[in-house]
């Protein structure tokens, strides 16, 4: 489907917010699900570019995808203007799914892996007991945390280099504070696959639900080039992330 | 308004409503891509390659683009024959186009037994024998890189099944032309010009291969010119029917191939990129065909403007 470019702009260094309006509504999109974005109308680059989907409207009548620019795709979605036109195909996969009111949850995200985060907080009627724990190299990338203060969500940040709140990797952060005695009931995250897994273990070890959205070269995105599998935890066999994924509990996957 | 342009053929015992067939292992069994277009309106349909037992495949990664192309190992990932037969098979009898059934085996026992089993069984309307998969260990390439057991492969497949029988060679050969005369003189009914071509990449700043199974089968644009050369010498050197395959992605590309001497055409890759774009190859085909005024002869029931264009390229 033809979708237009109706915003596009930088958020930090490689790091943009791409907003498209399809020619017809997709209907009801889920907070982790993703959309198969085409970079070029040529032969090269070939394959379309899985982008997990940020924000939306309720009809799928538009909808938008923080995007990092890792190569030759993403270097040309970074460069569409506002009017431009891309092929677009999605929503595919199995979203998170919503926690109920009042639940304990805690959300890491690192990276563009606050997408769908963007879409749930939208989303989410009661925020109160909601931690985010946001991730990131310095206070630059920590993309999207005055979006998520302004919308009532609890922020707490880490930077590698010290620049803003704890002082190391997000998933240090998440142990400091469960060591002093606070617990959640369900953990989401979405980023870089070394934090996913790390943040995995720590949930497993305590007994804590935990669901990841996993990343994959796809070629397809709709189960038909087996490209994107990840192992079926205690089992020889392999499953899509774009299938049944890209969201899993933890305990079924090999991160 | 001109008629249109009647593409049906039979090509190696196979009823085809046209030339164009989505290939093997980038297709599913088919069913997957119903939420995008009406399915039966292709020439037929080339399942993932199946084996009497399920297979696992290669852990990931397991692709990699490449410039026009992209890298593959997947390991022949299927669900073995049973669960094809019993799930997928009954709920593609609903939908009217040939089914090809790709299989293959670890050894020639195997490949006997699939093929046994996929003639007693109805719905199936043809047999795809691989013997060209890069990505295996046994079986795969490693028969299909051998003349020998090439020849022996395909005679035992033969003698148990009357159902149109293809075999898939791998480009991964010094002359394809050889492998095309084995196939022909042990009774294939035809075979299907080029599996993925062998290659790899690595990840300058890892300094490791990008794929777990550091070497995959590159397929797409990138390889048409390989798979065009390779159509023309199994054309010049055997009778039997070829299915052109290798990075198939316009109407003009179809018409290339069938000039090579494709008599029907498998589109891989590019499903992935645009799943319906083997609907949109048809309309394009056909308007492509009368365009270059290949469609004078053609007609309702009469020799097919693209079947005027089989080989054509050969005429001197």
Same mark, same amino acid.
């Given at each position: 489907?033809?979708?237009?470019?109706?915003? %596009?702009?930088?958020?930090?260094?490689?790091?943009?917010?791409?907003?498209?309006?399809?020619?017809?509504?997709?209907?009801?999109?889920?907070?982790?699900?993703?959309?198969?974005?085409?970079?070029?109308?040529?032969?090269?680059?070939?394959?379309?570019?899985?982008?997990?989907?940020?924000?939306?409207?309720?009809?799928?009548?538009?909808?938008?995808?923080?995007?990092?620019?890792?190569?030759?795709?993403?270097?040309?979605?970074?460069?569409?203007?506002?009017?431009?036109?891309?092929?677009?195909?999605?929503?595919?996969?199995?979203?998170?799914?919503?926690?109920?009111?009042?639940?304990?949850?805690?959300?890491?995200?690192?990276?563009?892996?606050?997408?769908?985060?963007?879409?749930?907080?939208?989303?989410?009627?009661?925020?109160?007991?909601? %931690?985010?724990?946001?991730?990131?190299?310095?206070?630059?990338?920590?993309?999207?945390?005055?979006?998520?203060?302004?919308?009532?969500?609890?922020?707490?940040?880490?930077?590698?280099?010290?620049?803003?709140?704890?002082?190391?990797?997000?998933?240090?952060?998440?142990?400091?504070?469960?060591?002093?005695?606070?617990?959640?009931?369900?953990?989401?995250?979405?980023?870089?696959?070394?934090?996913?897994?790390?943040?995995?273990?720590?949930?497993?070890?305590?007994?804590?639900?935990?669901?990841?959205?996993?990343?994959?070269?796809?070629?397809?995105?709709?189960?038909?080039?087996?490209?994107?599998?990840?192992?079926?935890?205690?089992?020889?066999?392999?499953?899509?992330?774009?299938?049944?994924?890209?969201?899993?509990?933890?305990?079924?996957?090999? %991160? | 308004?001109?008629?249109? %342009?009647?593409?049906?053929?039979?090509?190696?015992?196979?009823?085809?409503?046209?030339?164009?067939?989505?290939?093997?292992?980038?297709?599913?069994?088919?069913?997957?891509?119903?939420?995008?277009?009406?399915?039966?309106?292709?020439?037929?349909?080339?399942?993932?390659?199946?084996?009497?037992?399920?297979?696992?495949?290669?852990?990931?990664?397991?692709?990699?683009?490449?410039?026009?192309?992209?890298?593959?190992?997947?390991?022949?990932?299927?669900?073995?024959?049973?669960?094809?037969?019993?799930?997928?098979?009954?709920?593609?009898?609903?939908?009217?186009?040939?089914?090809?059934?790709?299989?293959?085996?670890?050894?020639?026992?195997?490949?006997?037994?699939?093929?046994?089993?996929?003639?007693?069984?109805?719905?199936?309307?043809?047999?795809?024998?691989?013997?060209?998969?890069?990505?295996?260990?046994?079986?795969?390439?490693?028969?299909?890189?051998?003349?020998?057991?090439?020849?022996?492969?395909?005679?035992?497949?033969?003698?148990?099944?009357?159902?149109?029988?293809?075999?898939?060679?791998?480009?991964?050969?010094?002359?394809?032309?050889?492998?095309?005369?084995?196939?022909?003189?042990?009774?294939?009914?035809?075979?299907?010009?080029?599996?993925?071509?062998?290659?790899?990449?690595?990840?300058?700043?890892?300094?490791?291969?990008?794929?777990?199974?550091?070497?995959?089968?590159?397929?797409?644009?990138?390889?048409?010119?390989?798979?065009?050369?390779?159509?023309?010498?199994?054309?010049?050197?055997?009778?039997?029917?070829?299915?052109?395959?290798?990075?198939?992605?316009?109407?003009?590309?179809?018409?290339?191939?069938?000039?090579?001497?494709?008599?029907?055409?498998?589109?891989?890759?590019?499903?992935?990129?645009?799943?319906?774009?083997?609907?949109?190859?048809?309309?394009?085909?056909?308007?492509?065909?009368?365009?270059?005024?290949?469609?004078?002869?053609?007609?309702?029931?009469?020799?097919?403007?693209?079947?005027?264009?089989?080989?054509?390229?050969?005429?001197?």
């Amino acid at each position: 489907m033809n979708c237009t470019v109706r915003e %596009i702009k930088i958020l930090a260094e490689g790091f943009y917010y791409l907003s498209l309006e399809p020619d017809k509504p997709v209907g009801v999109i889920t907070p982790g699900q993703f959309m198969m974005l085409q970079v070029s109308a040529s032969t090269d680059p070939l394959l379309r570019r899985p982008m997990s989907v940020a924000d939306f409207e309720p009809d799928g009548s538009r909808f938008g995808f923080v995007i990092q620019v890792t190569g030759r795709g993403t270097r040309l979605l970074a460069s569409l203007a506002p009017g431009g036109i891309v092929d677009v195909l999605g929503p595919f996969g199995a979203g998170f799914t919503m926690p109920g009111n009042g639940s304990r949850l805690w959300i890491v995200a690192g990276g563009t892996g606050v997408a769908p985060f963007i879409g749930m907080a939208h989303q989410l009627k009661e925020l109160d007991n909601i %931690i985010l724990f946001l991730g990131a190299r310095s206070n630059r990338f920590l993309l999207y945390k005055d979006f998520f203060l302004k919308a009532g969500v609890k922020v707490m940040t880490a930077t590698e280099d010290g620049s803003e709140g704890y002082r190391g990797v997000v998933t240090g952060l998440i142990k400091s504070k469960l060591e002093n005695g606070a617990q959640p009931e369900t953990m989401f995250t979405c980023g870089p696959s070394p934090m996913m897994k790390a943040v995995a273990e720590i949930a497993v070890d305590r007994g804590i639900s935990c669901y990841a959205s996993l990343e994959s070269q796809m070629a397809c995105g709709f189960g038909a080039c087996l490209g994107c599998v990840t192992k079926i935890a205690g089992e020889k066999r392999y499953t899509t992330v774009c299938g049944k994924g890209p969201v899993f509990d933890v305990t079924e996957v090999t %991160i | 308004m001109s008629k249109d %342009i009647n593409l049906s053929n039979t090509v190696a015992g196979i009823e085809l409503k046209n030339p164009v067939l989505a290939a093997s292992g980038t297709f599913g069994y088919g069913l997957l891509y119903e939420k995008f277009f009406d399915v039966s309106l292709l020439g037929g349909f080339v399942t993932k390659g199946l084996s009497l037992k399920p297979k696992a495949g290669n852990p990931a990664p397991r692709i990699c683009e490449t410039p026009s192309g992209m890298l593959n190992a997947i390991g022949l990932q299927n669900i073995g024959f049973d669960k094809f037969a019993g799930q997928k098979l009954p709920k593609l009898a609903k939908i009217d186009t040939s089914v090809i059934v790709n299989f293959f085996g670890d050894t020639i026992d195997e490949y006997v037994a699939m093929a046994e089993r996929l003639d007693d069984t109805a719905g199936v309307h043809g047999l795809e024998m691989n013997i060209s998969c890069p990505n295996v260990e046994k079986g795969g390439a490693a028969f299909g890189k051998d003349l020998k057991t090439t020849e022996k492969v395909v005679s035992a497949c033969r003698d148990v099944t009357s159902k149109p029988l293809i075999v898939k060679l791998t480009p991964d050969v010094a002359d394809i032309a050889e492998f095309a005369r084995v196939c022909q003189a042990r009774g294939a009914d035809g075979i299907s010009v080029i599996n993925t071509v062998p290659g790899m990449a690595i990840d300058i700043r890892s300094r490791k291969p990008v794929l777990a199974n550091i070497t995959g089968g590159l397929s797409g644009p990138a390889i048409k010119p390989i798979a065009v050369r390779m159509v023309w010498q199994c054309y010049e050197a055997v009778n039997i029917p070829i299915f052109g395959i290798g990075g198939i992605s316009s109407a003009e590309d179809i018409v290339e191939f069938a000039l090579a001497g494709a008599s029907a055409v498998q589109i891989g890759t590019m499903n992935f990129i645009d799943p319906s774009i083997c609907v949109k190859l048809i309309d394009d085909l056909k308007v492509l065909l009368k365009e270059l005024g290949a469609d004078a002869t053609g007609g309702a029931g009469g020799a097919g403007g693209y079947r005027e264009l089989i080989g054509a390229a050969h005429k001197k």
